[in-house]
């Protein structure tokens, strides 16, 4: 799922911020177009027109390429304003004459390319208007997309919940910059609960279907004692969403999601969960898989997955409503151990030979030459250039790395 389209990660320093807010008179066709911060955009027509001058005045009179300057406003329409459009269709009308009747009379190419030049101009100047309300409109609906994708994953303050965490988002559709990825982090009186999941589909459906996950998450994770009740939550959250989009009459009635679902034991309180008699154990991180990918822990000493679960994904359990509650896995988390979580987007990176990216071997080949890499800042960068080097850059589907850990002391985190 935060390269494009990338999305600040939690901790101290983002892996990367996304582009500032531009003016839209300047547009992003000038991004490869700037020295520091000004646009050199009017440099290549200008250019063109000069070298057009100087090559007609030293060739013969049977290689006359003044005309040629009708292409000096339409290479300005490429990659100019509109006013700057303007401005060389002006100046290539001018310079055409002056440059014309340095010749004698017998070589002038005449009014008739002139007029050639003039309507070139004007031809370039409408192109370019029309090109630059297409980019306007673009830069609006990305601007739109940023904004829903913001709207669902909220921002998460540094060490938000006690807990140390990172997270990076990468779209498959580029232009998109959006998809059915979610993730969130939800402290509470009964602990921290963490949520991360992929709704089936793609598209402004499964954007929907995840905010009302989320939606339900950030209270029932707040309010619920239990992970159990919260899991339940989800499961019904998600079938109601389901039953609402069918009656509407719309074909994605039949969404669900994968997703893990984590508790962070409030290792102060030392409550005792209803239903179990144990007291919450220091350190001990509980999880309910709904058919996603195991989380991995990541420690100094290697890499392993926590149990996976027999629990359909959200949205399924009418398909076996025999199953109970789901099952929770208890795991103790030893100082410094980080919980990795991905989607599909990991998972189903391919190289060139078809090969899947070999998450799990490459982290504890990271962690053995450096220790440091089981931060959750370092790890997700580490999973995210990965990935990207593995499949080339084109992502199957959009891409999540999460990691997540207990906040170490500082003298711990420094050393």
């Known amino acids: 799922m935060s390269g494009r389209g990338l999305r600040p990660v939690g ?14 008179d300047v547009l992003q066709r000038h991004q490869m177009l700037r020295v520091g ?5 009017w440099v290549p027509p200008l250019l063109m027109l000069i070298g057009i001058l100087v090559v007609d005045w030293n060739t013969t009179r049977d290689f006359r390429i003044i005309t040629w300057i009708v292409l000096v406003p339409g290479i300005a329409a490429a990659i100019c304003g509109v006013w700057g459009t303007a401005a060389y269709a002006v100046l290539a009308t001018v310079v055409y004459p002056v440059a014309d009747r340095a010749w004698p009379n017998e070589y002038q190419a005449g009014p008739a390319d002139f007029y050639l030049v003039a309507v070139g101009g004007v031809l370039a100047v409408l192109a370019c208007a029309v090109r630059v309300r297409g980019e306007r409109r673009m830069l609006h609906m990305r601007d739109v997309a940023d904004t829903t994708r913001r709207t669902v994953l909220r921002p998460l303050p540094p060490d938000w919940g006690g ?10 559709d580029v232009e998109a910059r959006v998809g059915g990825d979610f993730y969130d982090i939800q402290p509470g009186p009964h602990g921290t609960r963490v949520l991360v999941g992929d709704v089936q589909g793609k598209g402004l459906g499964a954007v929907e279907a995840a905010a009302a996950l989320l939606c339900t998450f950030r209270e029932a994770g707040y309010h619920e004692p239990d992970l159990e009740t919260v899991a339940d939550r989800l499961e019904v959250r998600m079938l109601r969403h389901c039953g609402h989009v069918a009656a509407l009459g719309r074909e994605d009635g039949d969404r669900f999601a994968t997703a893990v679902l984590l508790d962070f034991a409030d290792r102060e309180a030392g409550a005792v969960r209803s239903g179990d008699c144990a007291d919450r154990e220091a350190g001990a991180v509980r ?3 709904f058919a996603h990918e195991p989380p991995l822990l990541v420690g ?8 996976s679960g027999d629990t359909l994904p959200l949205g399924l359990s ?27 987007g990991v998972t189903e990176a391919r190289d060139p030979d078809g090969a899947f990216y070999p998450l799990a071997t490459e982290i504890a080949r990271a962690v053995a030459a450096d220790p440091r890499t089981v931060e959750p800042r370092r ?16 992502l199957a589907d ?4 999460f990691a997540v850990r207990r906040l170490m002391p500082l003298d711990a985190r420094d050393s």
Do not use: I
């Open 287 to 289: 999880s309910v898989v």
């Open 37 to 41: 911060d000004r646009s050199v955009a």
């Open 11 to 24: 901790g101290r320093r983002p892996l990367a911020r996304l582009p500032d807010a531009v003016p839209r």
């Open 300 to 307: 100094p000493d290697g890499v392993r997955a926590l149990p």
């Open 318 to 344: 009418t398909l076996a409503p025999a199953q109970g509650p789901p099952p929770v896995c208890r795991v103790t988390l030893a100082p410094g151990e980080t919980l990795l979580l991905t989607t599909d």
């Open 398 to 401: 959009d891409t999540t790395v």
């Open 163 to 172: 807990l140390e965490h990172a997270a990076v988002y990468l779209p498959s």
């Open 379 to 394: 790890l997700v960068a580490f999973v995210r250039e990965g990935v990207l080097r593995h499949c080339g850059g084109r």
